[in-house]
Every structure is written in C-alpha cells, then in structure tokens.
C-alpha cells in the first residue's frame, strides 16, 4: 500500500506555545473519514512524535487523538532556556509544526473499511 | 432569559484593530457587554519585566475610542483585561488615564474601576514556605533567591473580583483588570447573571480570541449565552463559525483538548456538541464543570538575566556553507581568547543558523542546508556594553576568520544591517510561572474612579 504525507490529509497543522514550558501540536481534519482513517491507521504514536521531533519520550506530555474536534494533539516539553530566553528560536512556538506535515499515512482506500467509517 | 446574554468581544487583542462598521453593527443589534483582552505572555517575560506595551499608545487610543464611546452613550459596561500586555499596576493606571484622556475628549463621563494584579513578593515567600506553590511542568519550583530577583510579579485573577463590577445594577461603565486569566472576564460576567460555570469558563476560553474560532479567522464575534447554551457569530459577514472551527478553537494553545484548567476548577469538553444553528453560527452545548477544591491562581514573575546585543548577516559561498559547523566553532575559540567574559562564562555566544537548522535547532530533522544561510549571532553579558563588545569579537571573526579551501579573502558575511553589531537591551526569563493555592487570601483589590468631563 502506497503513503500519503499527513499534511496532504489535514486541514489545519499547527504548533503554538502553551505557556512558556509546552508547545502543543494540533492536527485538523475537517471529513471525519479522513480523521477516522489517520487515528485507525497512522502511526502517530509517542514513540513515532519523540523520534520525528527528536525528543526524549518522557518530554511527551499528552499524545492523542480528540473526537469532538476530529484532531490529533500532541503537547512537548520546551527545554531551552525558557520562552523568550536566552537562544530563544520561536517565541510564540508557531514553527514547530513542519516534520509533521511529512509524516507517512497510509494511503486512503476505497476499501470497505472506509466504506463503513464515521 | 430565552433571549440569552449577549457578550461582544471586538478583537482577540486590544490595538490589533478591528472591523469598525461591523464593531457598530453588532452594537446596534444590541449587546449587554464588550469584553476584550489586552494582554499575553505569547511574547515572553520582556512586557512583564519592563513594562513595556504589547502595541503603540496610538493603537490603544483607535481601538478604545470606539469601545468607550458604545460604554459612554449606550450604557453597555466594557471589561478590558490584562491591561498593556503584561497586566501590572502600572499599566492599568496607564490604560485608565487613557481612558480618561479620551473620554474627556469624546465629553464622556465614566466610572471605572481598576483591578490590581501585582503580588507582593513577600506573599509568594511565604507560600513557597508553607508548600503552597506547585512546581511547574518542569517539576520546577521558585526559590526565594529567585523570587527576591524577581523585577515584577503578577497573578492571573479568576473570575471572583471581577464579578460584582458587573451586577446588573450596573455599578461601573469600564473594569481596566491586571493580569487575568484569558476566560476570566468573559465568564465573570456570566456568572454575574447566575449562568452556570460550565458554559461561562468553555464560551471565555474560545471568545477572548475573539473571532480566532471562526473561518477565515480574525476579527470580532459575539456570544449568545443561555442558561445551559452558548452560540457564537462572527461580527463580519464574511466569516462563519462552523461545528469544527469552534471545537478546534476550544483546544487552541491548550496542552490538553479535553480537560481544561483554570483558577476555580477544570473545564470539562470531553462530552461537548457543536451544532451549526445557521451559515454562520454554532450552538455549544454538554460542557460540564467541576469546581476545584481549593482556590489557584497562576503566578507570573519575569527576572533580568542579562543584556544582549546581535548581528544578522547572510553567507552564500558554497565552500563555506559546508563547514559552516566547524567554522562557528573555531570562531567561538577565537572570541573566547580574545573576550575573557565569554571564557569564563560572563558571556554568553549561540549562533542561529537559518537555512540549516535557525527555526527548530535541535528539533530539527531535516540535515540538509540551503544554498545560502544566514548567521544570527546572540550575545548575552552582564551589561550592554560587555555584550557589544562580545559581539563585536565575535562579528567581526565570521566576516574575517579563514577556513580550509577559502577562496573569497575579502569577506565572509554580507551584513545587511548598520550599525553591524546592534545592542538590543535587556533579557529576561520567567523566574515563576507557578500555580499558587490563595485560598483565604485577598489578591486583587479594586478601586474605582469617575474619568472624563
């Protein structure tokens, strides 16, 4: 089965700082199939997230999917000096978010699994 | 209350400006508030640590003319929270006198009240005592060394001390509060009107964006509030609040989407629906509540550690570019000998390399480089004058330390920028950002005062 880049398949992919020690990720989609097929078959795991951004797995502090909002959240740890700090890269944190417009999805089927979905 | 309460918040950030015509027209169709939010730590600890404004007085002055002027000739109350940016004492007294200079020029007369925000250190010292201040997400806690560097200390209020400047019998036209928590104001005057929590804290968490939720997003939006109910449209034709904007927005710069907490208890939206009621308007329903057991507050305290002074220019030499790694570090010995703050650590020196890896430093997964680069050279000293001084040395040895294979021997950074080694003042970091339990404690009080003719 051939891939497809998450960021081909989500409406919205941001980053933005969540006070000045997270930075949250959020990943929209506006069809719920789509949603549905990226939580059932994407392997947007903490272990996936900790090697995509570089991190350890214990900076992870929440990965996951949410329903209401048909999206897919992840919230880091900001390690450097603190937000605004010295060697601050990205005070408001909104340019973290591009390894995850890469990431590999599964392509999208016609098969019956999606037939059934949402 | 079949017609529900309706709440107008212009714009997510006071002096980002706003739709005017449609600011007059979702005022003509009649709201019982205006609330807008003037403050943020999206930029740091640097308003709080020296007070300054998140925008020019001129923008202030644009976006509150209008707000005062609907206060002042439609009897509708405004609530501006964490005034100027950072929400400090003295940026409230500076936005009140504001207040006054333009209600006198407009011949409005206002009563106003101020809520104060700044925490006395010796408070927080002795909460750190008795173990009533939690460690951030670090797992970090203040020390009273620390604290004592503190320049300036603020609390997030709740709602509490805004609630009785917004009863019905209407005891003020304008509340300029300190520093709150974002949802604060917006569910205070919810929960003035005997609105349950619930929808008061979820309909403040999406409106003090303003209309952040709605598709293309910016501008004004208004919040209808029932009882068990809330509904938001975007003031201006043009946008549209959808089910999923609005739950989206329910989670924007939040660690978690489901479970939200603030200074009176979690916001709970796991349960939540989002119903379009027209093309433009969505019906949130099934928040749920549940009230802390002890009263927090977030403290926010921002401490100078140093001053810095930068240089950006651009490399686009191939041969250089490929050692661009070892050549930093050999300019970084180089300045060391030359600078002994920067050998024993007085000084601080980081290069951002964009092109490489400037944005996301070590989060960076790509490896390659582009055919150009540009170097931002970051000096850190005690004073300004060390920190130039550090980055000068450290300038002047990019544009001309030899490499391996060099061929350009004229130069090899072009500076776009004169003075080439720009002092750009002080540095600060957040010495607290910690949730401290105040109950039984009076943090805010409140004064109020007639402004204008």
Known sequence: MGTIALGELADVVRSKNAGPYEITFDVLFNDYRTYAHVRDHGDLTEQVMASLFRIPLGDIVYCSFFEPAQSFKLTVLRRNSGQGGVGERDTFGCQQHAPLLGLPIPALSTGPDLATGG | ?453
């Open chain 2, 1 to 453: 209350m079949t017609t529900g309460v309706r709440i107008l918040t212009p714009v997510g950030m006071l002096g980002y400006g706003y739709p005017i015509n449609d600011f007059w027209a979702a005022v003509d169709r009649g709201v019982d508030a205006i609330v807008v939010d003037s403050g943020s730590t999206d930029p740091g600890p640097i308003m709080l640590g020296t007070g300054t404004l998140l925008v020019t007085e001129d923008s202030y002055v644009r976006d509150l003319r209008p707000l005062l002027q609907a206060a002042g000739t439609r009897g509708i109350p405004l609530v501006i929270s964490s005034a100027g940016g950072a929400g400090t004492n003295a940026q409230v007294d500076w936005m009140v006198e504001l207040v006054d200079r333009i209600a006198t020029e407009e011949g409005l007369s206002l009563r106003v009240a101020s809520v104060y925000a700044d925490i006395d250190p010796a408070i927080v010292l002795d909460q750190l005592d008795k173990g009533r201040i939690r460690p951030n997400v670090l797992g970090d806690l203040p020390t009273h060394a620390s604290v004592h560097d503190t320049t300036a200390i603020v609390a997030q209020m709740g709602a509490e001390p805004l609630v009785p400047l917004l009863t019905e019998d209407h005891p003020v036209d304008v509340v300029v509060a300190g520093r709150a928590y974002d949802p604060a104001p917006h569910a205070a005057f919810c929960l003035s009107r005997g609105i349950d929590p619930a929808i008061a804290w979820h309909m403040g968490k999406i409106m003090e964006c303003g209309a952040m939720c709605a598709i293309p997003k910016s501008g004004g939006v208004v919040a209808t509030v029932y009882r068990d109910a809330f509904e938001l449209t975007p003031i201006s034709a043009h946008q549209a609040c959808t089910p999923l904007s609005v739950a989206a927005h329910t989670l924007y710069e939040k660690g978690r989407p489901d479970l939200l907490v603030g200074p009176s208890g979690v916001l709970d939206v796991r349960h939540c629906t989002y119903t379009a009621v027209d093309d433009r308007t969505v019906r949130v329903q099934n928040s749920r509540f549940e009230p802390a057991r002890t009263a927090t507050v977030k403290l926010e305290g921002a401490s100078p550690v140093g001053y810095r002074s930068v240089f950006i220019g651009g490399i686009r030499d191939p041969l250089l570019i490929r050692q661009i790694e070892d050549f930093l570090d050999q300019v970084r010995v180089h300045v060391g000998v030359l600078q002994p703050d920067l050998a024993n650590g007085e000084a601080s020196l980081r290069f951002h390399v964009y092109g490489k890896n400037g944005t996301m430093g070590d989060w960076e997964p790509h490896g390659g480089v582009g055919h150009e680069v540009a170097i931002l050279g970051e000096v850190t000293a005690p004073t300004q004058e060390r920190a130039t001084a550090v980055c000068t040395s450290a300038r002047v040895a990019v544009l001309h330390k030899s490499y391996p294979g060099q061929k350009a021997t004229a130069g090899n950074l072009a500076l776009p920028l004169t003075p080439l080694d720009i002092p750009i003042g002080p540095v600060f970091e957040f010495t607290l950002y910690h949730v401290m339990d105040s109950e039984g404690l009076r943090l805010f009080s409140t004064e109020t005062r007639k402004v204008g003719i």
